[in-house]
C-alpha cells in the first residue's frame, strides 16, 4: 500500500514561511492531480490548492497571493511554500494525490503559526 509521507510543517511566527512536502512512499500509476488541504480544529476539512496534470494551479481565496503549490512530476512529490503566515492558517495539512486507481491521503502534518 503506497503512502504519502509529508514533512516541513511545525510553529513559525506570524510573517513567516514554512514549506511542506509530500512524497510517495512508492510509485502511484497515472497520477492526475496533487493537492493540499488543511483542517483547523472545529472546522471542515478544505482545499488550500491543487495542480493537476499540465501545471495548471488553483488556490483557495484565502491563500492567493502568499501559497505556491509545486510538482516534481518524475518523483511524483508535491510542495506548498507558505508566505506571510497568519495565525489563521493554523491547522493541520494534509497531501492528496487522485489517481487512476483512486485516491490518496497523507497522515497530516500540523503548521502553528503564532500572533
Known amino acids: 500500500q503506497v503512502q504519502l509521507v509529508e514533512s516541513g510543517g511545525g510553529l513559525v511566527q506570524a510573517g513567516g514561511s514554512l514549506r511542506l512536502s509530500c512524497a510517495p512512499s512508492g510509485s502511484i500509476f497515472g497520477v492526475a492531480a496533487m493537492a493540499w488541504y488543511r483542517q483547523a480544529p472545529g472546522k471542515q476539512r478544505e482545499l488550500v490548492a491543487n495542480i493537476v496534470n499540465g501545471g495548471s494551479t488553483n488556490y483557495a481565496d484565502s491563500v492567493k497571493g502568499r501559497f505556491t503549490i509545486s510538482r516534481d512530476n518524475a518523483k511524483n512529490t508535491v510542495y506548498l511554500q507558505m508566505n506571510s503566515l497568519r495565525p489563521e492558517d493554523t491547522a493541520v495539512y494534509y497531501c492528496?494525490?487522485?489517481?487512476?486507481?483512486?485516491?490518496?491521503w497523507g497522515q497530516g502534518t500540523q503548521v502553528t503559526v503564532s500572533s
Open positions: 492528496n494525490v487522485l489517481a487512476l486507481r483512486g485516491t490518496y
